[in-house]
């Protein structure tokens, strides 16, 4: 039987990169214990989450949510969006949201949410819900953005950074030093520069999910999922 411990744990990663409320405090205790069970991470790759694990169950919610913004939604060189690293604003980004939410929906998986269907915390819950090689290659895949964004986080001493460092070592994958330097290449972004904040909403106002009213991922959920195993696709049958 296939051990489920990773989709619990990228579950909790979902999590931690969610928009912080006091719902999510209250179930950082939980949050914490599943990513300190986690054999997959090294020692100090679970210590390191620690300080995020605490900090986002312990810390004033609105100041967490001031921090999450200003990070998130108003750096564009640290978006969530994975992307805006690699397609900017091309015609090519369009086309590759459309590929990934025909991939969701082919694994069953509707995105609940207003988010575009390359959030992270949308990705991982996506992921939470296959088999491990089919997430661990989707993370490889996308190792190069992780190792980029987590080296971004690093420089500004953000404990978001070891998420990002976790998610690389789940994925087994050794990131590409020239596609991270190539993303590491563009500049960065002023958090106060407003006029530029609003041309990223605006360009982010189409919704693909069926609700957009329903924050994704749902906390509540999402939690309630990490105690029973994800239902799997039916294998095909014998022709």
């Not at 957009?212 to 195993?229: E, I, K, S, T, Y």
Request: glycine share 6%.
């Amino acid at each position: 039987m296939e051990d489920l411990s990773m989709d619990r744990t990228l579950k909790a990663l979902s999590l931690l990169l969610s928009y912080p409320t006091v719902e999510l405090q209250q179930a950082m205790p939980e949050i914490g214990g599943v990513l300190a069970a986690e054999p997959r991470l090294t020692a100090a790759a679970r210590r390191a989450l620690r300080p995020l694990v605490e900090d986002l169950g312990q810390g004033d919610v609105y100041d967490l949510e001031e921090r999450y913004v200003l990070l998130f939604d108003r750096t564009r060189s640290l978006s969530l969006n994975l992307f805006e690293h690699v397609h900017g604003e091309s015609r090519d980004r369009g086309g590759a949201m459309v590929d990934l939410l025909e991939t969701y929906r082919a694994g069953g998986f509707e995105p609940a949410t207003s988010e575009l269907p390359d959030h992270l915390p949308v990705l991982l819950e996506f992921l939470a819900t296959r088999p491990q090689a089919e997430a661990r290659e989707m993370l490889q895949d996308a190792a190069h953005i992780l190792s980029a964004v987590g080296e971004r986080l690093v420089t500004r001493e953000s404990p978001y950074a070891a998420v990002f460092a976790a998610l690389v070592q789940l994925s087994g994958a050794q990131a590409d030093d020239a596609a991270v330097a190539e993303i590491l290449a563009q500049p960065e972004t002023d958090p106060n520069d407003l006029e530029a904040i609003d041309k990223i909403w605006e360009e982010t106002e189409v919704t693909f999910g069926p609700d957009p009213n329903a924050g994704c991922p749902q906390v509540r959920d999402m939690l309630a999922q990490m105690d029973r195993p994800n239902p799997r696709p039916a294998e095909p049958a014998a022709q």
